[in-house]
């Protein structure tokens, strides 16, 4: 039983334009969420988190945005560009738990 | 700056054959953990140590073993392969209180035969 849901396994958008990325979870106890990013052949990076107390968290180009009530955030890149191509995971902590849970991943391509 | 170093890169395995993936970090992080990445399945945690000597199942621990007599050491054992197992392994660490980002190794590519 998935409890953290990315839903559309890829994106294409253009350089310059924005990247949307949506995530859904069903767990009501998670409490921080987190974004990484992921390169073929490279272990996954750390982008972006964003604490359950907060609505919103920027960080350059990347701004994660957290609905408590509908359970689900969505990360933004503006503008995209080619080198943000990769896969994207968004994972999920429950207060007092050290398991970090994962979503599937969702590959984004940025176009020249 | 190593950061955290896994060895081997890759591995094929035959059915029944056990081996072990080394993990180690130099940043003195209390917290490390092993993910497997399979397609379509994201990564999911297989054993996690909060500190030496310390260790708890994941997700997903059937078929592996863990143990951290040091800070730096973190391995995974594979008893007796199975070709379930056939997957991408990452190891990965953290310092702080939870919720502190993880910074993971290159990952080890495993084949099971």
């Known amino acids: 039983d998935q409890q953290v849901k990315q839903n559309s396994p890829s994106l294409s958008v253009q350089e310059g334009r924005i990247s949307i990325l949506n995530c859904d979870y069903t767990?009501?106890?998670?409490?921080?969420f987190l974004w990484y990013k992921k390169y073929p052949a490279e272990g996954p990076t750390f982008l972006i988190s964003i604490s359950s107390i907060k609505d919103k968290n920027e960080d350059g180009r990347f701004t994660v945005f957290l609905n408590k009530s509908a359970k689900h955030l969505s990360l933004h890149i503006v503008p995209s560009q080619p080198g943000d191509s990769a896969v994207y995971f968004c994972?999920?902590?429950?207060?007092?738990?050290?398991?970090?849970?994962f979503g599937k991943g969702m590959k984004l391509t940025v176009n020249p | 700056n190593a950061g955290v170093t896994q060895t081997p890169k890759f591995q094929v395995l035959k059915t029944g054959q056990s081996m072990t993936l080394q993990c180690a970090q130099d940043?003195?992080?209390?917290?490390m953990s092993w993910y497997r990445q399979d397609p379509g399945m994201g990564l999911r945690l297989i054993h996690y140590s909060v500190g030496a000597g310390i260790t708890d199942q994941g997700e997903v621990p059937n078929g592996y073993n863990v143990s951290r007599s040091t800070t730096e050491d973190f391995p995974l054992r594979l008893l007796s392969a199975a070709p379930s197992q056939t997957s991408v392994y990452f190891c990965a660490s953290r310092s702080g209180q939870v919720g502190e980002k993880l910074f993971f190794g290159s990952g080890t590519q495993l084949s099971v035969l």
């Open positions: 994972a999920a902590l429950q207060g007092g738990s050290e398991k970090l849970v």
């Open positions: 767990n009501s106890m998670f409490d921080y």
């Open positions: 940043m003195n992080h209390e917290y």
